[in-house]
């Protein structure tokens, strides 16, 4: 009978240590997923405050940049690249996309090669607008120039365009237009295309992490668009 009572104590007292345990992993737990939530909330506001100042930095150097080419060139140029990236795509890359393509890019003084050339990559080869990229821990990119939710809207606020969801990435004149005021803020940044590329395939936090690691900016990625967008510019002299 003593034996009994001393295994009800003992039981008693293992139960209380588990509640006892179970309580304080539930409050440290608790605290976790507070602690996790500002945390989150804070790179939240900073990321909100980084995207404000890219945002504020592009308008300023779109402000101090000059007129480009008279309409009529821009015209012309636009016609000739336009036949030239369908018939490089197999048909694939529509010349009214091309036409398009070209006079943004020299309206925004970016190389409409290297525009050409990165919607290929991203692509891969098919220019396929209604693309749905792989899920990452980031999400997924979507549309021709694979843009991802979280960068689109302040990409389009720069752009001065609105942005309601998703499924205007899915609009070809919508994706490339981001894709060049995108290039055009990354150049202006970097003032080097190795960077900017890279920083648009991998982040831009991504590439300072690239170059820590490398010691340098020339990922595959730059360098085939960039080679790439010499020979498109080379067939275009030849073709005069």
Same mark, same amino acid.
């Not at 240590?17 to 539930?26: D, E, K, N, Q, W």
């Not at 991998?202 to 690691?213: A, D, N, P, S, T």
């Given at each position: 009978m003593r034996n009994k009572?001393?295994?009800?104590?003992?039981?008693g007292a293992f139960m209380?240590?588990?509640?006892?345990?179970?309580?304080?992993?539930?409050?440290?737990h608790t605290l976790k997923q507070k602690l996790e939530k500002k945390k989150e909330q804070t790179l939240l506001l900073e990321s909100e405050k980084d995207y &404000?100042? =890219?945002?504020?930095?592009?308008?300023?150097e779109r402000q101090s940049k000059k007129p480009q080419a008279s309409g009529f060139v821009v015209r012309?140029?636009?016609?000739?690249?336009?036949?030239?990236?369908?018939?490089?795509?197999d048909g694939r890359f529509k010349e009214e996309w091309g036409q398009f393509l070209v006079t943004e890019s020299l309206r925004n003084d970016v190389d409409p090669y290297?525009?050409?050339?990165l919607l290929r990559v991203e692509t891969g080869n098919k220019f396929d607008p209604t693309l749905v990229g792989p899920k990452t821990k980031y999400g997924r990119a979507?549309?021709?120039? &694979?843009? =991802?939710?979280?960068?689109?809207?302040?990409?389009?606020?720069m752009a001065g365009m609105e942005y309601e969801s998703k499924e205007q990435l899915f609009n070809p004149y919508y994706a490339i237009q981001l894709s060049i005021v995108y290039l055009d803020y990354l150049h202006a940044k970097y003032d080097d295309w190795d960077k900017a590329l890279t920083a648009y395939h991998?982040?831009?936090?991504?590439?300072?992490?690239?170059?820590?690691?490398e010691g340098h900016a020339e990922s595959w990625y730059a360098k085939e668009i960039q080679q790439?967008?010499?020979?498109?510019?080379?067939i275009a002299v030849g073709d005069k």
């Open positions: 009572k001393h295994l009800y104590i003992l039981f209380s240590l588990i509640m006892a345990l179970s309580y304080t992993f539930l409050q440290n &404000q100042q =890219m945002v504020s930095f592009y308008k300023k012309k140029e636009a016609q000739k690249l336009a036949k030239q990236f369908h018939k490089h795509s290297i525009v050409y050339e979507y549309g021709m120039a &694979q843009f =991802m939710e979280n960068t689109a809207p302040w990409i389009a606020e991998r982040g831009m936090y991504g590439l300072e992490k690239y170059i820590q690691k790439k967008a010499e020979k498109q510019e080379l």
